[in-house]
């Protein structure tokens, strides 16, 4: 079992930053990738970024190259996401999840084995 938990929601004005910190604990040792998602208000769950766990290797949604950047502290078991240039639409909760298995994919949701419990962004124009 591994448990991640998410911190550094909160309120900011569009064209600020925040960073979203994810914990994790347990068998960390089984974990392929870290990614983060979000979902909006009536909306579904969408990938937003992932860093493989050993090596660091890093993909993005579209919608967030060149404004978030997900980086990784192994010594401290923990994930970053750090957001600048926030706009409205970033508007989310942020979920954290560990992926365990190299098969399948990188960015759809049933690919991720343990998730967080969420942080609310939100971002006011």
């Known amino acids: 079992q591994v448990q991640v938990v998410e911190s550094g929601g909160g309120l900011v004005q569009a064209g600020g930053s925040l960073r979203l910190s994810c914990a994790a604990s347990g068998r960390t040792f089984g974990i392929y990738r870290m990614g983060w998602f979000r979902q909006a208000p009536g909306k579904e769950r969408e990938f937003v970024a992932t860093i493989s766990w050993s090596g660091g290797t890093t993909y993005y949604t579209d919608s967030v190259k060149g404004r978030f950047a997900i980086s990784r502290d192994n010594a401290k078991n923990t994930v970053y996401l750090q957001m600048n240039n926030l706009k409205p639409e970033d508007t989310a909760v942020y979920y954290c999840?560990?992926?365990?298995?190299?098969?399948?994919?990188?960015?759809?949701?049933?690919?991720?084995?343990?998730w967080g419990q969420g942080t609310q962004v939100t971002v006011s124009s």
């Open positions: 999840a560990a992926k365990t298995a190299s098969s399948g994919t990188i960015y759809r949701r049933i690919d991720y084995d343990y």
